[in-house]
């Protein structure tokens, strides 16, 4: 699955929105998630991650935050 969001003003709560509707996905086999250039602070890295380990099934992520406001906590969550 692609999905592009750069540059949306996307927060936090955007960020939880889309966690929450990715854990959904638990059959994904691929995420190209490309959210660079938005609002997303280290709870939204959380969210994020929260549904991201949801998807037992993923072998390959490709994971765009750079230009958001996640700090090194946020990125440590995300490991």
Same mark, same amino acid.
């Given at each position: ?11 936090? $709560?955007?960020?939880?929105? @889309? !966690? #929450?509707?990715?854990? %959904?996905?638990? +059959? *994904?086999? /691929?995420?190209? =998630? &490309? ?7 280290? $709870?939204?890295?959380?969210? @994020? !991650? #929260?549904?991201?380990? %949801?998807?037992? +099934? *993923?072998? /390959?992520?490709? =994971? &765009? ?7 090194? $906590?946020?990125?440590?969550? @995300?490991?």
């Amino acid at each position: 699955m692609n999905l592009i969001l750069r540059n949306n003003s996307i927060r936090d $709560n955007g960020a939880k929105y @889309l !966690g #929450e509707g990715i854990a %959904k996905c638990v +059959t *994904l086999t /691929s995420l190209n =998630l &490309a959210l660079w250039d938005n609002i997303i602070g280290d $709870n939204g890295a959380k969210y @994020l !991650g #929260e549904g991201i380990s %949801k998807c037992v +099934t *993923l072998s /390959s992520l490709n =994971l &765009a935050l750079y230009g958001n406001s996640i700090a090194k $906590n946020g990125y440590r969550i @995300l490991k």
